[in-house]
């Protein structure tokens, strides 16, 4: 089992940047697929980033491509996800998520995953 915990989140502009961090504890964190979800109000949860165990595949929603990117320290247990030339349609609550034992970054579906964290508020605007 693995424990989530974000943070980084935060108000800021249009056009500014946020890095998010999720902290993991419990089993070894290398073990896991990891994922970015965000969620706004009255919306459903979608998909934002993955990156495999080793952070050397990492894949993208059409709408965080060229301008997000999801990173990964394993020595520190730490998942990371950089967001730049942020628009107000990127407000909402963002969640990381863990796949157990399973090495790919294709991982686009809530159902894809086995643990979630608590999430971190992004509030972009305009």
């Known amino acids: 089992q693995v424990q989530l915990v974000e943070s980084g989140g935060g108000l800021v502009q249009a056009g500014g940047s946020l890095r998010l961090s999720c902290a993991a504890s419990?089993?070894?964190?290398?073990?896991?697929?990891m994922g970015w979800f965000r969620q706004a109000p009255g919306k459903e949860r979608e998909f934002v980033a993955a990156i495999n165990w080793s952070g050397g595949r990492t894949a993208y929603a059409d709408s965080a491509k060229g301008r997000f990117t999801i990173s990964r320290d394993n020595a520190k247990n730490t998942l990371y996800l950089q967001m730049n030339s942020l628009k107000p349609e990127d407000t909402g609550v963002y969640y990381c998520a863990a796949r157990y034992n399973y090495d790919s970054s294709w991982l686009p579906r809530v159902t894809d995953y086995n643990y979630w964290g608590r999430g971190t508020q992004v509030t972009v605007s305009s």
């Open positions: 419990g089993r070894t964190f290398s073990s896991y697929a």
